[in-house]
């Protein structure tokens, strides 16, 4: 159990969360599109939003400003987040348009309202939960996706829905938040997936 549990932190670190939400779009949506042209972009997400912060976070740690992937710490918290919110704001610019890729650029317009709320919450002390805050998006996301495309996906919402028990058991059982931290990751997660769907459902 003690590994269940521990798994389902890196399994969905929030490092993925981009990509995983990409992917699962590509997955489901009905509209053709080339094959190589969803490998560049799925290529170029995973660029941007996992090694090239991979690879940061080993400078951030030679310079001492971090210790570890986990940042325990909430001041080590600051730098990661800025970078992020830099890099996602290079995937909105050039990599997805609201006129072609409409579902994804504002589900990345959510992950970037998303984490400067994290951001903000940093300068204020608290440090809410990323690993829920990025799983939660996800689950919203799959949920406009079924209504906009009107497809059937109870089943992989109700994967999500366990996902999110998931990965709040796991920081628990490991100590890495506190309840309100999860609560609050849940909603900074979900609230502005929920709020750009005016501009897309």
């Given at each position: ?77 600051k ?66 996706l ?25 920081r ?30």
């Amino acid at each position: 159990m003690n590994y269940f549990l521990r798994i389902a932190a890196y399994i969905f670190h929030p490092l993925l969360i981009p990509l995983l939400g990409a992917a699962i779009y590509y997955g489901i949506t009905p509209r053709f599109m080339e094959p190589q042209i969803v490998k560049a972009k799925l290529l170029a997400v995973s660029i941007i939003t996992l090694f090239i912060p991979l690879i940061t976070f080993f400078l951030l740690k030679n310079i001492k400003l971090i210790e570890s992937i986990h940042l325990p710490d909430v001041n080590q918290r600051k730098y990661p987040l800025m970078i992020q919110c830099l890099l996602l704001l290079i995937v909105i610019k050039m990599i997805f348009s609201p006129y072609d890729n409409v579902e994804m650029y504002y589900f990345f317009v959510g992950v970037l309202f998303s984490t400067i709320s994290a951001l903000i919450l940093v300068f204020l002390k608290f440090k809410v939960s990323l690993h829920q805050m990025g799983i939660a998006g996800v689950t919203m996301f799959i949920i406009a996706l079924s209504v906009h495309f009107k497809v059937n996906l109870l089943m992989g919402i109700a994967i999500f829905f366990f996902v999110n028990g998931w990965v709040a058991s796991s920081r628990l059982h490991t100590k890495s938040h506190t309840y309100p931290e999860l609560i609050a990751g849940f909603f900074i997660g979900v609230i502005p997936q929920l709020m750009m769907l005016n501009f897309w459902l």
